[in-house]
């Protein structure tokens, strides 16, 4: 049964008065677990290799960067109706879209390539040596970085200078004929086909893949062992291979699961500028933007969940205080 007008604005503004409690502490824990995160990583004792390091450093700080650019200087003011006196400023508000829309990008393309590498390393064993290093993994990152800088440039001529305070993705006033152009709305689907939905599809792509290649020689490794040994023996060979997979898939799904409304309204929202109307609740945009920005925070727990020694790290630097505090008193 449909819901109701009145039951769709009470929803709405319900999940805005949530947002008041809940973007102000998701900032409040976002940036901390971050700056923990690339911290604990950028010392090389998780037993990780300096490749893996690379990706999962890069993923955290552009997850910091959408949680100060987006979070702190966008959504905390919109739900509090508060204005930021610098975004009068001429450029800023400009400045600001891009910057925000290519940090979002960096953090949703820093997994897809973090994914790709894992998927050479298990998949391609002849390229694994070649592709999966410490400096490949810096001029990926790096190409990544750029063009999402470049792509975005077009923000700074679409948007205004005027910062627009709505609880909405438009927080830039753009004229209501360009919003409602042929042209904008083109280029602004473009826009999240490439961020986040060919992500998506390529994530899937490849964790299909490795799963599959995984199957296949699990299977073939095992027949090896039966003909070989006659028994059933687990093989601690097949038991690294499911755990060095792990923090592949968790990452992957938890970025899939905490993105995929948020693309399904904006894909939706533009095809309905285009004529093809697609009925979808407002409230239902709005899950999608805190699920959005809670995927910059569930990293570390990825972490602490399937590495080991990350979450001995990550003790030993939470005890530290302590031991010095001990041998003060000492």
Known sequence: MALSFLMKLKILWAL?????????????????????????????????????????ISMALADLMVVLIDLILRQIPIVYREQFIFFRNVFLCNIHAVFLYAVTDCSVWFTVTFTFDRFVAICCQNLKSKYCTAKTADIVLGIVTILSLLKNIFWYFLYTTEYYLSNSSWFCRVDFRVTRSMAWAIVELMHYIITPFLPFILILLFNVLTVRYILMASRARSRLRGRSSGESASDPEIENRKKSIMLLFIISGNFIFLWVVFMVCSILRRLDYLGYSVPLPMFVREIGFMLQLLSCCTNTFVYAVTQRKFREEFWNGVKQPFKWMAKLHH
Do not use: E
């Open 16 to 56: 805005y008065d949530i947002q008041t409690i809940y973007f102000p502490i998701l900032a409040a824990f976002g940036v901390p677990v971050n700056v923990v995160t690339i911290a604990i990583l950028s010392r090389g004792k998780c037993g990780l290799s300096r490749c893996i390091t690379r990706y999962l």
